[in-house]
């Protein structure tokens, strides 16, 4: 866990189907709501169709870059954006480039989870679903803990989600099961092992909200 690190290039060295079926193998034992075990794994290997992922990613991404630079945190739902997105050039590729040498990963796995199966519990809260994800991300953190065992490496997308009817009339996706990751597999360029994150006593209180930090 302490080096599991999100990466972004990749070798040309392929994942095999032998590889791919033990690191899914591994992530399968991710707990579920009511171990219902509604994720579903498209494994993208067709380059046009991992191009055509990655294009359908980057209006959300330089949406996310725009209000980066106007000092937002980026599409966040409680404050609002300062940012229009009319005024983005939709063929500005100034700072999406990293993005697209992820398809160029040997592998794409699109994470989709059917929404049949989750137990949306703040469904009728006034903000923005978040406890449907309890039954997906840890079956998606589990990939990469498994793939970092054997050597491999990646990182958890979701800018195609913006796009998601696009993306599963392409995959052929029925209209329940939405996206939750596009996560690209492969063989690291470069391994790192010193990741940054904030202490403990950071984001830790006792009791209550004002309580004493712990650790």
């Not at 579920?32 to 067709?46: E, F, P, T």
């Not at 300062?82 to 700072?95: E, R």
């Not at 099961?177 to 994150?197: D, M, N």
Request: charge should be neutral.
């Amino acid at each position: 866990m302490r080096t599991t690190f999100a990466c972004r290039q990749f070798t040309d060295a392929p994942v095999s189907d032998e590889d791919l079926v033990a690191i899914l193998e591994l992530a399968r034992f991710a707990p579920s709501g009511g171990n219902r075990q509604g994720w579903k794994v498209i494994a993208v290997r067709d380059q046009p169709t991992k191009d055509r992922l990655v294009e359908l990613s980057l209006p959300a991404l330089r949406l996310y870059a725009a209000q980066v630079k106007a000092g937002e945190n980026p599409w966040n739902t409680i404050e609002p954006s300062s940012v229009d997105p009319a005024t983005i050039n939709p063929s500005d590729n100034s700072g999406v480039g990293w993005f697209r040498t992820i398809a160029m990963a040997p592998v794409l796995l699109v994470v989709g989870i059917d929404l049949r199966t989750v137990a949306s519990i703040d469904v009728n809260l006034d903000r923005v679903g978040l406890v449907s994800g309890a039954s997906i991300y840890p079956f998606v953190h589990n990939i990469l803990l498994a793939a970092r065992s054997r050597g491999y490496a990646g990182s958890v997308t979701t800018f195609v989600a913006a796009e998601e009817p696009a993306a599963q009339l392409l995959l052929g996706l029925p209209s329940a099961v939405a996206i939750a990751a596009l996560v690209p597999l492969g063989q690291p360029k470069r391994v790192l092992t010193r990741l940054s994150r904030l202490p403990v006593s950071s984001f830790t209180r006792l009791d209550r909200w004002d309580g004493p930090p712990l650790g």
